[in-house]
């Protein structure tokens, strides 16, 4: 996705307000299918998304954010290109800026939180730690508007005063900004406390710019035509809908909400489809679910420790195996458009000598590993040990790994599922390349191993299947990440 060149409306619109842990892709997806006008994003913090490498997911169709652990931020896709909102936390205008920068050709809109009243945002001066310095609120929001092709918005909680709180919206409309949600409580109130209708329509009638109401969940939001009711409430151009739309996003419908569980099987679809982590899917999923956590349906829920389970527990079970074939054919597809290598070494231009092999733990006994087998050999040739670094690739998260032995390095030109399997798959490509025994079961009978062996000292055999295996903490090893790049849930901070 890129160069999107749709301008945002906040005028007469409804919209999923940013909720921590909740507002991921699928939930995004769901509430635009019943009818949201526009999404919020989690709030996600401009440190964390510094960090990120922009990644395009070739498998899911979509463009990943992800970090040096390579666990995804932020993803998002095409058919929300044109109506999500990225929310950051920040309190520093340049941080801000190089956030929207990063993120700007994949969303339609950039906002800043400055209502969170949890101390994980404050105490890094975040959320509504910023409505106490409305300067640097200032700094943030010019910044952002004169730097990035976004509109720009901001979201806030309402002063102890009404005249201070008019004070600061004014000033607030002053830098440019595009619209303004206001969550009508004070930074100490709860969800408990009444949402303030008649702040949030003094601050619609002060301004020009539009007024997106929020915080209504509680006492006036249970179906869509109170959505309505509130907007006329606060005078507000627009209404921003939090918990009301995680306990069932099918609020947005106008002919009225669907069943829950219908709701919530349409959820776990898109869950499957875009590879939500299972610990989210399942947050919301218990969301949605409240009261009836403790339904036979609900324990099912709480015992389940995998998406497969998650689908089985909602009777998804075949839409799972066929997802999940559908996402494997499509990386193997991927994949195999680079050809293989044939099974023989070659030094590339950078020096690294590549061969196309795999590890299989069957073809070598108990305790045995080719990593062992090339410590012990450098061990006993005196040299010093090897030094694997490995990275993984976010397109489909395998691993790729070079291990250096006498400043020399080797490495497969497979990926392999894991880390471990990547490090194996290096030191049998050094140990071949070397003529060195690597330890397998056939290795006996392998005329190819048995002629290397005869010129090898006999005290450079491989260790015996019932020597112990070599403590992990022997290999110096790194790893790096590489690509083109959670609390309560908050009701609209």
Known sequence: ?????????????????????????????????????????????????????RVVNEILNTVDFVAPDDRVVFRTCEREQSRVVFQMGTSDAERALAVARLVENDVAGIDVNMGCPKEYSTKGGMGAALLSDPDKIERILSTLVKGTCRPVTCKIRILPSLEDTLRLVKRIERTGIAAIAVHGRKREERPQHPVSCEVIKAIAG????????????????????????????????????????????????????????????????????????????????????REQLESPQGRLLHAAQSSQEICEAFGLGAFYEETTRELDVRRADLLARTPEEVEESAEDITGVIKMAVRFDRRAYPPQITPKMCLLEWCRREKLAQPV??????????????????????????????SKKLAEQTAAIVCLRSLGLPEGRVVEETSSLYKRKREDLDQDLSYPRAQEPAMPGDLYKKSFVAFGSGEDNPVEGW
């Open 1 to 53: 996705m890129i160069g999107n060149n749709i301008s945002l409306c906040y005028h007469n619109k409804v919209i999923l307000a940013p909720m921590v842990r909740v507002g991921t892709l699928p939930m995004r997806l769901l509430a635009l299918d019943y009818g949201a006008d526009i999404v919020y994003c989690e709030e996600l913090i401009d440190l964390k998304m510094l960090q990120c490498k």
């Open 388 to 417: 694997y670094e490995t990275v993984q690739r976010p397109l489909d998260r395998l691993f790729c790994s070079i291990v250096t032995v006498a400043d020399k390095k080797y490495q497969s030109t497979l990926w392999d599922k």
């Open 206 to 289: 002060t301004l020009s710019i539009p007024v997106i109401a929020n915080g209504g969940s509680h006492d006036h939001i249970q179906s869509h035509l109170d959505i309505e009711d509130f907007r006329r409430a606060t005078a507000a151009s627009s209404v921003m809908v939090a918990r009301s739309a995680m306990w069932n996003p099918s609020i947005f419908l106008k002919d009225g909400p669907r069943p829950l569980e219908e709701v919530m099987k349409k959820y776990i679809r898109y869950a499957v489809q875009y590879d939500n982590h299972y610990t989210n899917t399942k947050y919301c999923l218990c969301q949605m679910l």
